[in-house]
């Protein structure tokens, strides 16, 4: 007799799963340990090498000074700009149709490396602590809050079809 063909079985896709923010989180605050253990700042500041601070512009009565967000190679902090050597101090600045010009500070390769290590050699246990603390929080949030995580995935985001780029 002859064989039966059988059917095969269509494979099962395996639905395209988003970014879980959640996991994501916990991603920046374990940075955030380690940044501001190592570097003396936060994450965005370490990877742009952009933090608060003042210029001062002009000398005298003349003078300028420029609060706000900008590239201080001088501060306390240690930024990847600042290990690879890269200058973004020069450049312009207006202020009432009067231009001042910052000059570019001489930011040598590898300025900071002692730093990291001072850093790491006196604060590993502060961030071994902190960081096994980010970690026990999150897995224990994870398992108060399930049953919350999930109402807002099947009952919030499954409808809106946000589920395919957003999971918390």
Known sequence: MARRKSRRKPKTRRQKRGINLVNTAELYMQTAVLTQGLGNCNPLTFLTGLEMGSTSYGS?????????????PSAQSVTIPELLGLDKSAGTHTTNSITYAS?????????????????????????????????????????????????????????????SMVVV
């Open 60 to 72: 005298g009565r003349a003078g300028a000074v420029v609060e706000g967000l900008g590239y201080y």
């Open 103 to 163: 000059q570019g500070a001489v930011v040598p390769f590898g300025q900071g490396v002692q730093t990291l290590k001072d850093n790491a050699r006196n604060n590993a246990v502060q961030m071994m602590v902190q960081s096994i603390g980010v970690r026990a929080g999150f897995a224990i949030g994870k398992r108060i809050f399930s049953k919350q995580r999930s109402f807002i995935n099947n009952k919030v985001l499954k409808p809106l079809n946000l589920k």
